[in-house]
């Protein structure tokens, strides 16, 4: 579907698929009753949730672990005024199954920070939307 | 300061100069009681606010006008594992005095979607955190 105001609407599987070609999202959540935002590496597991590492002592874990949140990817290209954009939108929460955790040692994200002590959280992909702007004259 | 995870803390000014120099970010809000994100064009007024255009009618405008948001903007570049990210927190508001829209429609921010109603938001530079990551050996 196009609509007027020059953006298509993507569907889950053209969202997962686009998420799954980028190295850095941002995890949008709440943070001392105000909006909080922050990059992190990532990767989608099996069943699409998306998977962050952190450190297991971060403000993020104690933010999320357990609540909902959001998650945005996107690539735009100036040049071509066009681009495109998800959301997932689920619940967080650490990993703490040891299996699950070595399975993600092996599969899952590697973070660009060097880390210590390392905690894997899964947001479920509980609603995924997107939206790709297909260029407009300028 | 370098922080011993490979970031560095930026300052406001290194903040807002590097903010310049991109053409869209995200607005970070509540939708509904859920964490919500959304890119869009931006510019920075001369106080520092960030200015968004858009429609009227949206759920952008119905969702922010009056309340405090963040507002991110970022750069990474993959094969450097390195970038930087800058998050504005602050109050939202539709800039309703006609003298300021017209001076903003000289000077303010081009959406890259097609726009029949817009309206300027103005997000007050009350907070502005920012981060470098600098690169580490992979």
Redesign the interface.
Known sequence: MIH????RALDRQECLRLLAKM??G?V???RQA??????VNFSLDTDSAVVLCT?AASDLVRAIDGV???F?A?D?Q?ER???W?V?V?GRAAVVTDPAEHERLLRTGPRS????HDGVFIRIEAEMVTGRE?TG?PG
């Not at 660009?112 to 880390?115: C, H, S, T």
């Open positions: 007027s105001d020059g953006f190295p850095v941002r949008v959540y709440t105000l909006p909080a935002v922050l990059p450190s909902v949140v959001a945005e996107d735009f100036a005024r066009a681009g954009s959301v939108t660009w920070m060097p880390m702007l407009v």
